[in-house]
C-alpha cells in the first residue's frame, strides 16, 4: 500500500481555515488522493478525493502539488463540527483496489 | 433513504465464545466492508464482499469469517473470542467496488471479557 503522512494534530479557532497536510511521497501516477473524516462516535465519512486538479466540493477543498507527492486538505470556515480524525488515504485507480488503507490521522481540534 | 445501519450497537461477549455482526447497506449498494478499529487507531480493512463474492481479505485470522446474502446485506463472524478482539466494528458499502465512495455505519462496539 502506498503510504501517506499526517501530521497528529492540528487545532483551529472556530470560523478560521484549517489546512491539513498529507505527503505522500511515493504516489504512483494512477493513484487518487481520498479523504475521509470521523467524528467522535461515528462511523468515517467520505470529505473529497482528486487526482492531479484542486477539487472544491460543499465540504472542503483539496490542493494537489504539482508533483503530486503531497495535498493538502482546506476547510474553509471551521465549525465545532469539523472537529474530527481526518485520515488522507490513497486508492489506486482499478477496479481491483477493493479497500482503504487508514493510517493514524489527524486530530482536528476546533476551539470556539 | 436510510444509511448503512449494523446490528447490534454494543455487544459484551465472553472469551472463547462466538459473535455475529450484522450490516445492511445503502439500497443499491452492492459492495460491503468490514473494518476493525481499535480504541486510538484507525480503521483495519478485513474484508470485502461485491455481488456475494468475497474480493478482498486483510491481515486477520481465520478465525474472522464474513458471507454476503443475496439481498446485499452482510454479516461478519469471529470465532473463538480473544481480549484483543474488542473493538469498534464498521461496515462500508459502496455501489461499486474501486473507486466508489464508501459509505460507513455507526459501527459495533464489540467488548470481550
Known amino acids: 500500500d502506498a503510504k501517506t503522512t499526517q501530521p497528529n494534530s492540528m487545532e483551529s479557532n472556530e470560523e478560521e481555515p484549517v489546512h491539513l497536510p498529507c505527503n505522500h511521497s511515493?504516489?504512483?501516477?494512477?493513484?487518487?488522493i481520498h479523504w475521509y473524516r470521523q467524528l467522535p462516535s461515528q462511523g468515517p465519512e467520505y470529505v473529497i478525493h482528486?487526482?492531479?486538479s484542486n477539487v472544491n466540493n460543499r465540504m472542503a477543498s483539496l490542493a494537489i502539488a504539482e508533483d503530486r507527492k503531497s495535498s493538502t486538505l482546506i476547510l474553509h470556515r471551521a465549525t465545532l463540527r469539523d472537529a474530527a480524525v481526518y485520515y488522507c488515504?490513497?486508492?489506486?485507480?482499478?477496479?481491483?483496489?477493493?479497500?482503504?488503507?487508514f493510517g493514524a490521522g489527524t486530530t482536528v481540534t476546533v476551539r470556539a | 433513504d436510510a444509511g448503512v445501519t449494523q446490528s447490534p450497537t454494543h455487544l459484551i461477549k465472553t472469551r472463547g465464545q462466538q459473535v455475529t455482526l450484522r450490516c445492511s447497506p445503502i439500497?443499491?449498494?452492492?459492495?460491503v466492508s468490514w473494518y476493525q478499529q481499535v480504541l486510538g487507531q484507525g480503521p483495519q480493512f478485513i474484508f470485502q464482499?461485491?455481488?456475494?463474492?468475497?474480493?478482498g481479505r486483510g491481515n486477520f485470522p481465520d478465525r474472522f469469517s464474513a458471507r454476503q446474502f443475496p439481498n446485499y446485506s452482510s454479516e461478519l463472524n469471529v470465532n473463538a473470542l480473544l481480549l484483543g478482539d474488542s473493538a469498534l466494528y464498521l461496515c462500508?458499502?459502496?455501489?461499486?467496488?474501486?473507486?466508489?465512495?464508501?459509505?460507513f455505519g455507526q459501527g459495533t462496539r464489540l467488548t470481550v471479557v
Open positions: 462500508a458499502s459502496s455501489r461499486e467496488t474501486g473507486l466508489s465512495e464508501a459509505f
Open positions: 511515493t504516489i504512483s501516477g494512477t493513484d487518487y
Open positions: 482528486g487526482l492531479t
Open positions: 488515504i490513497l486508492r489506486e485507480s482499478s477496479a481491483n483496489d477493493y479497500k482503504l488503507s
Open positions: 439500497s443499491g449498494h452492492k459492495s
Open positions: 464482499y461485491y455481488e456475494k463474492e468475497e474480493r
